[in-house]
């Protein structure tokens, strides 16, 4: 490693000027976009800020009990967003616990498997490792997750008279839901797909970007970027298989009927 | 042959009603009385309390799926989930003369986007006939089809009653009743009224 360059607050400040910029010509030009803008910017700011308070805090702790606090307040975090990215929710425990358990046991299985196995930090829960990993692979995984439910549901709803048609011809309600299915798997794992065919072609990852910064060999920033890719791809993928057949377990009966019953209306 | 017991679900009920074999019965009665959620009940589209047995059977004895070959329902507008009409029958030897039965012989090959109301009336009627069901729960079969069509139809579930199926057919035409030689009855807010042999044994 050959260190890296320091940065201060005034570099920070230097750096948003030419988005201070946009804002001077979304007034000047009246586009409407300074208030959201502005807000957002300022959001990430203290986000950010205070993101990087807490780590420093975990990390300096050095302890199991935080780390493992920290990453249940991110999975409840990513659980709220994939249950608000739905247009049709399952009713009940099941709209948020669903999508929240699925990312858990997926994002929690791959990252405890990434750890244990290729990084093996010391400790192997070491707060440094853990949190930015866990936090890449629940990102990835929410994206699939929220993406794979609600393209179910909402061919599940929409397509009702589809499925009851096979239903009628005598098939089970997984043979009839086989279309809805497929639609939700292929949505969910498309975007790890596409990122995965344009990396390192059209865009640097923000990790390997990140190391390289850092003053870590591209070579070497490169392989830690494969692991974390192939990481990411498998927690997506068991997230996604998991939380499209537990909805659609739940969207039918042992009787096997369509139970459209248990889903919300759109949302507006 | 069927037997339905006291069916009841959240909207309609509770109804009786027994077919036997080789007889058609027809249900009538103002849109929105429930004659729809009656066939839905007993083919167990969806949840009821009650019973419906088939030759002394209940539903719960059987699996679902093969409930619903033995007791085949056409809703009044089916399903198409493939974009052939092709990829939505069964290869039988028996297709043929079925799909000539309705007048559909050339069907196999178009898409299901160009088909008519009709069309797909008559076509959904084939594919449940292909499961060779002992019941037939028929919504509105004929709504959408022409004089000739109708009598196609008509003649093709006649046949079916002479082979012993039993037919519960939902119809709005008053004449439709006679020709199948059906026995009438008329469904009033999710409940079917005593029909005339009773009334009149009364």
């Known amino acids: 490693m050959t260190g890296y360059q320091v940065l201060s607050y005034w570099d920070i400040l230097a750096a948003s000027v030419f988005l201070i910029l946009n804002a001077v010509f979304s007034i000047s030009l009246n586009l ?237 | 042959m069927l037997t339905v017991t006291r069916l009841k679900t959240s909207l309609i009920g509770p109804i009786d009603l027994s077919l036997e074999p080789g007889s058609c019965t027809t249900v009538s009665g103002p849109s929105g009385a429930g004659k729809s959620l009656f066939l839905r009940a007993i083919t167990d589209l969806d949840e009821s309390a009650g019973t419906v047995s088939l030759n002394g059977r209940t539903k719960d004895d059987y699996p679902a799926p093969l409930w619903r070959k033995k007791i085949a329902y056409v809703p009044a507008e089916s399903g198409w989930w493939a974009e052939k009409v092709r990829d939505h029958f069964v290869d039988s030897p028996d297709l043929p003369a079925l799909l000539a039965s309705v007048g559909l012989q050339e069907a196999l090959s178009w898409e299901v986007s160009r088909l008519s109301t009709g069309e797909r009336q008559r076509l959904a009627l084939v594919r449940a006939l292909q499961l060779d069901p002992q019941v037939l729960l028929l919504d509105e079969p004929t709504s959408a089809l022409d004089p000739a069509s109708v009598a196609q139809v008509e003649a093709l579930l006649k046949t079916r009653v002479a082979s012993g199926n039993a037919i519960l057919l939902v119809t709005h035409d008053p004449e439709q009743p006679a020709r199948l030689n059906a026995i009438p009855r008329r469904m009033v807010s999710g409940r079917l009224l005593q029909d005339q042999h009773q009334r009149a044994a009364q």
């Open chain 1, 32 to 268: 409407g976009l300074t208030r959201s803008l502005i807000v957002s910017a300022l959001r990430m700011t203290v986000q950010l800020l205070l993101v990087g308070l807490i780590l420093k805090a975990i990390f300096f702790a050095g302890s199991l009990l935080w780390t493992l606090l920290a990453a249940a307040v991110m999975v409840a975090f990513a659980g709220r967003e994939v249950w608000a990215r739905q247009n049709r929710r399952l009713k009940g425990l099941w709209g948020p616990g669903l999508g929240t358990a699925a990312m858990l046991i997926a994002g929690g299985l791959i990252t405890l498997y990434g750890l244990a196995g290729p990084i093996r930090p010391d400790p192997v829960w070491s707060p440094q490792y853990a949190l930015p990993l866990f936090g890449m692979v629940l990102g990835n995984t929410m994206t699939g997750v929220s993406l794979g439910l609600d393209t179910l549901h909402t061919a599940l709803a929409k397509g009702r008279r589809e499925v009851e048609a096979q239903l009628l011809l005598g098939r089970t309600r997984w043979e009839a839901t086989r279309p809805a299915a497929r639609q939700a798997l292929r949505s969910g794992f498309t975007p790890i797909i596409n990122s995965m065919a344009a990396t390192g072609v059209v865009s640097l990852p923000g990790m390997m970007t990140g190391q390289i910064l850092s003053g870590v060999d591209p070579q070497q920033a490169v392989k830690y970027q494969l692991l974390i890719m192939f990481l990411l791809g498998g927690s997506t993928g068991l997230g996604v298989l998991g939380a499209t057949f537990c909805s659609l377990w739940r969207l039918t009966d042992t009787r096997h009927r369509l139970r459209l019953d248990r889903l919300s209306g759109e949302t507006t």
